[in-house]
């Protein structure tokens, strides 16, 4: 095997490594690792001691690896929310042009929700720019989505009411919440300003949580009679999102071959 093809695979054997640990919900021993790469116990020990060196990985008190210092430095140095704006935005697009409406992306921040993209209206009459414009989560489409989901939890105390057509108590927002999740998607219609209808869906990520919610807005008389089909359709959008900020599918070894979590042992 001539030095270069050498040198790829290794190459790709360490960035499966890192991924591995990346992708785990818990740190990961060395024996979990060379389990789960299928490599000789050499192998896995030189690899791992070039990444530690490098910052891709380091260990914990008690031995086992977990994403090293390059990942929190590079975290710390950029907006947290710039990659997932840059991998909704295609999506966002596509959904403006399906729709007409303004899109939003919002994600939590401690206890508020914040905007931190918009798309917006093709209509003459469509929605303001809601982007560093705080409301309370239960007031919006896209915030409760975060409530149910459990990315946000009601404040405690009574519940601000900028229209009669606002949720009155936590209470009933819990029960909004409820159907929510049951149908998957949340609605607000006059909730936060008379005339305007939100419908959002939930983005999940790489552990099943809930990173951000998708929606659109508009004025009541063109949403309120479409709501069960644009939800639909923003499912269809977040599912597509939710995908891409999962990543691939992870390699997994079974009876010393690779293979994709979603593949198929064929005997």
């Not at 001539?2 to 818990?26: I, K």
């Not at 791992?48 to 260990?59: D, I, K, N, P």
Request: hydrophobic fraction near 40%; include cysteine; proline fraction near 5%.
């Amino acid at each position: 095997m001539s030095e270069t093809a050498t040198g790829t695979r290794a190459l790709d054997r360490a960035a499966d490594l890192v991924a591995t640990v990346v992708h785990a919900d818990e740190p990961m021993s060395f024996a979990d690792l060379q389990d789960a790469s299928g490599l000789a116990k050499s192998t896995t020990s030189r690899l791992l001691t070039a990444l530690e060196r490098s910052g891709l990985l380091e260990r914990d008190p008690s031995g086992s690896y977990v994403a090293g210092r390059l990942f929190w430095l590079y975290a710390a140095r950029h907006d947290p929310w710039e990659e997932l704006v840059r991998l909704a935005r295609p999506v966002m697009d596509a959904l403006g042009a399906d729709t007409g409406e303004t899109v939003h992306l919002s994600v939590a921040r401690g206890e508020r929700v914040v905007q931190v993209a918009q798309v917006d209206s093709t209509f003459l009459l469509g929605t303001r720019d809601w982007t560093d414009v705080e409301v309370p989560a239960h007031c919006s489409a896209l915030g409760k989505v975060l409530l149910a989901w459990g990315a946000l939890e009601l404040p405690e105390g009574d519940l601000e009411r900028p229209t009669p057509s606002t949720l009155p108590d936590a209470d009933a927002v819990r029960r909004d919440c409820e159907q929510a999740r049951r149908r998957g998607w949340a609605l607000t219609q006059d909730e936060l300003e008379i005339g305007l209808t939100g419908i959002a869906v939930p983005v999940f990520g790489v552990r099943d949580d809930v990173v951000a919610s998708l929606g659109i807005s508009g004025p009541t008389p063109r949403l309120a009679q479409r709501a069960d089909e644009l939800g639909r359709r923003l499912l269809d959008r977040s599912a597509a999102l939710s995908s891409l900020l999962r990543g691939p599918a992870r390699p997994t070894t079974v009876g010393g071959t690779a293979r994709t979590e979603n593949e198929e042992v064929v005997a």
